[in-house]
T-cell receptor
Framework: DAKTTQPPSMDCAEGRAANLPCNHSTISGNEYVYWYRQIHSQGPQYIIHGLKNNETNEMASLIITEDRKSSTLILPHATLRDTAVYYCIVRVSGNNNAGNMLTFGGGTRLMVKP | EPEVTQTPSHQVTQMGQEVILRCVPISNHLYFYWYRQILGQKVEFLVSFYNNEISEKSEIFDDQFSVERPDGSNFTLKIRSTKLEDSAMYFC?????????FGEGSRLTVL
C-alpha cells in the first residue's frame, strides 16, 4: 500500500471547518483513499473513502485532487467531540482474499478549541 | 446500528500467563482482524482472518499468538506466555468488503 504524509497536528476553532491534508504521491490507480479517526483510546472509526471523485457523507467531505496525489478531509463544522487523531490511509479495496488490512501511520492530531 | 463487541474491556494478568481476548464481529462480515496499540504508539496490524484461516499476518504475530473462530459468532486472540511488552490495547475489526469496523478494544496489562 502507498504511504501517506500528514501534518502531525492541527488546531481548529469550534464551529469552523477543519481541513486536514494528506499527501499520497505514490498512489496507484487501484488504490482508494480512506480516512479514519481515533478519539482518545477508542477503536478507530471509519469516516469516508474515495477513489477519484469527491465524496460526502454525514460526517465529512473528501476532496481528491485530479492527479490523485493528495486529498483533503473536510469537517464542515468542527465540534469539540471531533478532537481526535485522523488517519489518511491508501489501500486497494476488495482485493482478493487478503483481508483488506489497513496500515496506520502517525495521523494528524486535530485539536478543536472553543 | 451493528457493531463489533470485545470482551473483556480490561484484563490484568501476570507475566507468563495465557490470555484470551474475545470479539464478536458484525454478523454478515467475512473478514476479521486483530490490531494492537501500545500506549502512545501507532495502531499496528497483527493478523487478518478469512474463510477460517489466516490470510495475512505481521511480524509481530509470532508463535506466541493464535486466532480462532470457535463458532459462528466469536473471533478470539490467544496470547500465550504473556510478556510485559504485550501490554497494549487490542482492537478487533471486521469488514464485508470495504471499510473496517473496529471494536472499542481490550486493554491488556501484564504485570
Amino acid at each position: 500500500d502507498a504511504k501517506t504524509t500528514q501534518p502531525p497536528s492541527m488546531d481548529c476553532a469550534e464551529g469552523r471547518a477543519a481541513n486536514l491534508p494528506c499527501n499520497h504521491s505514490t498512489i496507484s490507480g487501484n488504490e482508494y483513499v480512506y480516512w479514519y479517526r481515533q478519539i482518545h483510546s477508542q477503536g478507530p472509526q471509519y469516516i469516508i473513502h474515495g477513489l477519484k471523485n469527491n465524496e460526502t457523507n454525514e460526517m465529512a467531505s473528501l476532496i481528491i485532487t485530479e492527479d490523485r496525489k493528495s486529498s483533503t478531509l473536510i469537517l464542515p463544522h468542527a465540534t469539540l467531540r471531533d478532537t481526535a487523531v485522523y488517519y489518511c490511509i491508501v489501500r486497494v479495496s476488495g482485493n482478493n482474499n487478503a483481508g483488506n488490512m489497513l496500515t496506520f501511520g502517525g495521523g494528524t492530531r486535530l485539536m478543536v478549541k472553543p | 446500528e451493528p457493531e463489533v463487541t470485545q470482551t473483556p474491556s480490561h484484563q490484568v494478568t501476570q507475566m507468563g500467563q495465557e490470555v484470551i481476548l474475545r470479539c464478536v464481529p458484525i454478523s454478515n462480515h467475512l473478514y476479521f482482524y486483530w490490531y494492537r496499540q501500545i500506549l502512545g504508539q501507532k495502531v499496528e496490524f497483527l493478523v487478518s482472518f478469512y474463510n477460517n484461516e489466516i490470510s495475512e499476518k505481521s511480524e509481530i504475530f509470532d508463535d506466541q499468538f493464535s486466532v480462532e473462530r470457535p463458532d459462528g459468532s466469536n473471533f478470539t486472540l490467544k496470547i500465550r506466555s504473556t510478556k510485559l511488552e504485550d501490554s497494549a490495547m487490542y482492537f478487533c475489526a471486521s469488514s464485508a468488503f470495504g471499510e473496517l469496523f473496529f471494536g472499542e478494544g481490550s486493554r491488556l496489562t501484564v504485570l
